[in-house]
C-alpha cells in the first residue's frame, strides 16, 4: 500500500467521537472561515475574471460546478 492509500485508509477508518472537542471545534472553526471566505470572495471582480478564464479555456466534459455562478466545467 503507498503513502496516499496508507493516508486515505486512515481517514476512512477516522471516528469523529474519537477525537478530542478541541479537535473538532477547530476543525468546525476552519470550515466556517472556509464558507465565508468563499462566499465573500466568489463576489470580488478577480473571481468574475477567473470564472471567464476558466470558462474559456477548460474543456472536457463538466465535472464542478463554479459558485456562485453555476456553470460547470
Known amino acids: 500500500m503507498d503513502e ?3 493516508v486515505a485508509d486512515y481517514i476512512l477508518k477516522g471516528r ?3 477525537l478530542p472537542e478541541a479537535v473538532v471545534a477547530r476543525a ?3 470550515l466556517l472561515d472556509l464558507v465565508g471566505a468563499t462566499l465573500a470572495g ?4 478577480g473571481a468574475e475574471l477567473l470564472t471567464e478564464f476558466v470558462l474559456t479555456s477548460m474543456v472536457g ?3 464542478a460546478t463554479i459558485l ?3 456553470r460547470r466545467v
Do not use: F, Q, T, V
Open 4 to 6: 496516499n492509500a496508507r
Open 16 to 18: 469523529l467521537d474519537r
Open 28 to 30: 468546525k472553526l476552519c
Open 42 to 45: 466568489c463576489r470580488a471582480r
Open 61 to 63: 466534459a463538466p465535472e
Open 68 to 70: 456562485r455562478s453555476g
